[in-house]
């Protein structure tokens, strides 16, 4: 399949797009090659794959093309502590992912690491914004953070935002299908990214469960549309969810916030 003579210009092509020019090379391919096998034409293949990225990571991004250099410059700028959370919230107003999350913040992460402590170090998959949540997160001192999300200059930017923020880790762009992190953590964060990560491969969200090597995996599912609609979604992914990790032999706690549900995990 990643032998068509036209991966090559397709992947180009995705690349000259202002929305996609920064996704993984390595992801782009992927999808390509997919699309080439099933659709008619080039066009409609590299129609079909920026369809696809728009349905998975596009979507979320709020408010057009985001302005890292700016956004960074109001971090580092900030003067105290309460300056440079609302800061970050106003950055994270930008993708619908932590833009949702926004109103239940501050009882998240007080909630979601309660009773699992201490925790030295986490792995956030499918991150998004998500990282600019540090300072809500209750780490112990000198924890370290490892996010990956698809884009280039995502991952630059939330480099940058990780050393502004006093914590040591790193940000890096993946595929995290084709290459899910097998590196150690007390918690991995897998926040309302498996549904995206099932519409690139229905078997992805069992496959990186077993392969992440974490003490605790925090799951959680959307439960409104990203257009604020309540259709059945708290009921269909938790049916989904427990189906899928039935036969794995992990304690399983559900914590339930408004417009979030989450499922933690002890491996
Ligand atoms: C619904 S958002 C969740 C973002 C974040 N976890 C949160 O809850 O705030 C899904 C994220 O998955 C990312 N994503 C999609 N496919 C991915 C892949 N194959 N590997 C890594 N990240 C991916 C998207 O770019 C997007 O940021």
């Not at 112990?140 to 490892?146: E, I, L, N, R, S």
């Not at 549309?225 to 304690?251: D, H, L």
């Amino acid at each position: 399949m990643s032998d068509d003579p036209r991966l090559d210009e397709l992947a180009a092509r995705v690349h000259s797009s202002r929305k996609y020019g920064a996704v993984s090379e390595a992801l782009v391919r992927r999808i390509g090659a997919a699309e080439l096998a099933k659709r008619a034409t080039l066009e409609d293949a590299v129609k079909a794959t920026k369809n696809k990225l728009h349905q998975v990571a596009g979507l979320y991004f709020a408010g057009g093309r985001p302005d890292y250099d700016a956004w960074l410059r109001r971090i580092v700028q900030a003067p105290d502590d309460a300056a440079r959370r609302a800061v970050l919230r106003a950055i994270m107003a930008h993708h619908a992912s932590t833009r949702e999350r926004l109103p239940i913040l501050d009882a998240f992460y007080a909630r979601v690491f309660a009773g699992i402590g201490p925790v030295r170090s986490v792995l956030d998959l499918a991150c998004g914004l998500n990282p600019l949540s540090l300072p809500w997160m209750p780490l112990a001192a000198g924890a370290t953070y490892h996010a990956i999300d698809i884009y280039e200059d995502l991952a630059r930017f939330l480099q940058a935002a990780l050393a502004a923020l006093g914590v040591e880790g790193k940000a890096e762009a993946r595929d995290v299908i084709a290459g899910c992190p097998t590196d150690e953590a007390d918690v991995a964060l897998l926040l309302k990214a498996l549904p995206c990560l099932e519409q690139l491969d229905k078997a992805a969200g069992s496959a990186i469960l077993d392969t992440i090597k974490a003490r605790h995996i925090v799951v959680s599912f959307p439960t409104r549309t990203v257009g604020g609609r309540n259709v059945g979604m708290r009921e269909n992914y938790t049916a989904r969810f427990e189906a899928m990790i039935a036969n794995k032999p992990w304690r399983v706690e559900r914590i339930e916030f408004a417009g979030e549900l989450v499922f933690r995990m002890a491996k």
